[in-house]
């Protein structure tokens, strides 16, 4: 098994050298290729309940622009840059309580995800705009690797286990579409304003949202490529804060999944709040073809008789 996967990381970069990529003279391919990969946990708060971890994975790379899944996802206004991208995202929630081995009503219901989200996004630098859309696809429920990810590093860590998975939201399919608009407001030497507006309809989020995004310090204008964690010949340094609220319209890690109502536990839609604020802050530091962030995240309470939480995420990105 492990030849086999040393195998086919080998051969992956010369498959993908030698996939055609599309020609698009109205929206030509972005060049650029990057790993990126993200871990975020509430630990570096030492809390441990609802958000607890989670992790992505993300490739972007021209030959990406050769899925059929590419005709589903909106190509933007003519002339703009097109990146095409694959996230692999997991995610893990407890209620307050892990070492109660009974349900908690009134609490957060276990439950973890898995899904890929093959994206696209159509950069537009002179008009200082960014249109992303995106389709996910997996499934909620044990089939994740919820309880053994988490129990497995409470052993490693000497924590307390976790007793109530047995209690997790079923296993269900993920499928939703995902679209965001992002457009510069004000800029000057070292700071830049954006807003962002978001919206999600799907079996896993559905819900509309809009906020600020601040940057400032030393770095490469916004969008002045597909991403900002492109190829940066000079140091990159530099802050960053995000002030966003959500409507919420349904919430499976909260509702369950609409395909499924066998369910141990979950909570009622009017138990679901509807307007959830959510902020986040974080540095950036970037030179070559690599680049590292940290983030802490706030988020205010998602259901009724909840606490607001937060956690903090690392993130390595590196180019190709």
Sequence with gaps: MRLLLLLFLWSMPRLVQAAPVPVDTLRPVSPIRLLRYTYANDLFFRTDYYFTQGMTLTLVHPVLACLPVRHLLAAGPRAST????????????????????????????????????????????????RLTTALELGFIGPAAGGKELQTAIHRVMGNAEPCGWDYQIRNAPIVGYRVAFEKQLATSRHTELLAETEASLGTLYTYAGTGLHLRAGQFNPYFANPSPFSYSPSWQLYGEAALAGRFIGYDATLQGSPFTSRDPYTLAAGDVRRAVLRSSGGVVVAHGYISFAATATWVSPEFAGGRSHRWGQLGLTVGF
Excluded: C, E, K, M
């Design 82 to 129: 097109q990146q095409h991208g694959l996230t692999l995202r997991y995610d893990g929630f407890t209620p307050l309580r892990i070492q109660d081995a009974f349900v908690r009503v009134g609490d957060r219901p276990y439950a973890a995800y898995l899904y890929a989200s093959f994206f696209r996004v159509s950069n537009l630098p002179a008009q200082h705009q």
